[in-house]
């Protein structure tokens, strides 16, 4: 099988060298930037490096397009008017709506998106295994000739992806529910606090816990999120209207000041949390426990190395140190109830104190 | 020096614990619920236990009420009521305004919060250094008795605390902003999420790290929350309306699709984030280190006690498994410039993959 790879970052990379590894194809590659193309077959994630799409796709069954977001639309296109009948073109993009609405109308263009990738970036982390056990969403339309889409997916059940068909709307509501309103609701917290501090002359010397973790994925990789916002921006401007409406809600509800309403909200919200969190947990129910201990190099260490002996998994893990950093608590999150109460005896048998979270 | 405790758990636990062990102090506690007064005097947090409040506040100098938030006005009420003139009475509750409302016309009274014990709760967990090194805010009012403010502050002082003044309201908005308004846009989250996901009849199969780290506190201890919503209700809902305005501005941001402006935006939060968070670490700058590693038990033991053998400290960590659980990425979290590049040179020859996070 012959496949094209169009664009060899990190997640292009990762599909040359599983295709190659995996599907026994020959893969040609393509990137404007000549320096990262002979990279990548330097590294072995293409088989040859072209200086056009045109090139690069001749006599290709299955062209991946890996582009930015934003360039996305443009190389398909170029791809598809360059390719045969017979040849299948996909994508890799986290929006799907524009991509679709220019392409959708081609038969043999599908949509993609893997789950995969964010930790890193550029060809130097390529992987074959990059996409083991990742959903790989699909949005093929009711033009999508039927035997492309199933080479499509073939090939990314092979390199050891999970494919899954949506619709593309669906897909970027989704998306912009999971995934791009966290990064927005982030970004506003931490303006907002920023600007109680200085409206208030004060300097909190210490932030809470909460906050942190609320606020990690805050202005996160710039030049992916602006088009990612933009891409994405009718689902993501509507999903953060929904939440405005929600958070109006919360307010008139704490202004009553009923506070077994209030709680009764607050209990909802810890429920849909355990459902959502839980589904992609295999193995039970997630348990936290909550872990006093000195804040010293190598605690952590040992806690997590008696767990690993006893063959206790870690699922999650957040530190929490106090104020003077001399002290601290680890929440350990356990999936399932025996290993959960394993791992809390191990625990204390170190002799920290340890309580389950709520 | 003799001291009271109305209320013995976590916190009136501690503060007996220190006040015994480090100022010297003989403690008398009360408590309502008998059972729990007894284990406080059986774990050496009190020397004597006290039918009642006036019993217990016989003949102190300095007397702390520890009850939830919601209790806290009328049990210093009583205190206040039964205690001579020269005696000081202080509180720990986490939400001020209302406590002064009622009790700050009364010169003996001085309002306290201190930022520590949300870890554990109970007498169970109390620790004669749970308030090592921890900010510890006090709200003197323009009657406070400069002789009884600083009693309580010096006491406070020798427990371990750093105390520090500041105007009720101020202290409400800032915890309103740092702590309150995270849960709330948790609780949101999540609930949206899961109205998503069902209006779309779609199952996703995992939620990103990020919608993970932004709903962490979603729900946690409903009993304490409740309170704490109800009792800060007004800045609380004063924060949402402020973060409603700055989610209509992003939304508007967000539909025009003007890359740039969102990418310049998003950028500064990236900035608002680091000064907020890089202000509470001592030692330098945090680096964000972004380690590929297979997913085994043992394998977070491995990393961090090559770490701690070498002296880096770990301020902050989080574990972000890949789709099939086999393989995922740790975020370490390192101060200083230097620690962080010795902390990347160790990762990597244990043979990790390492990349700095943006």
Redesign the interface.
Known sequence: MKIAVLGVGLIGGSIGLAARARLDAEVAGFDPDRELLDRAAELGAIDSAHDSVAAAIQDAELIFCAAPV?ALPAIAREALDAAGEGCAVTDVGSVKRDVIAALGSDGRFVGGHP??G????GVE?ARA?LF????WYLTPTSNTQGVLYDRVQRAIADIGA?PQA?EAE?HD??MA???H??????????????T??SE?S???????P??????????????I???I??GN??A??S??????A???E???L???????A??A?????????R???E??I?GGPLHEL?V?VP?????????????????????????????????G?ISLYIAGNDEASRAESLVRELGH?V?R??
Do not use: C, K
């Open positions: 934003m789950l995969a964010a930790e890193t970036s982390g295994d083991d056990g990742a959903r999970r949506i669906t509501r989704l529910t999971i995934s309103l966290p990064h927005v609701l982030a970004n506003v917290l931490v303006t907002q606090a920023a109680a501090l208030e004060e300097h909190l010397p210490e932030v809470g909460s906050f942190r973790d609320a606020t990690r994925v805050a202005g996160a990789n710039p030049a999120w602006g088009d916002f933009a921006r009718e993501v401007a999903e953060i209207d929904a939440a405005i929600r958070l109006s919360a307010a008139e704490i202004r009553s000041g009923e506070t077994d209030v709680t909200w607050h209990e909802r919200a810890g429920d849909h949390r459902e959502l969190v589904t992609e295999a909550r006093r804040n010293r190099p190598g605690i952590v260490a040992e806690i997590a190395l008696e767990l690993g002996r006893a063959g206790v998994n870690i699922e999650d893990m957040a530190l929490y140190p106090a104020a003077d950093m001399t002290s608590a104190d309580s979270g709520e």
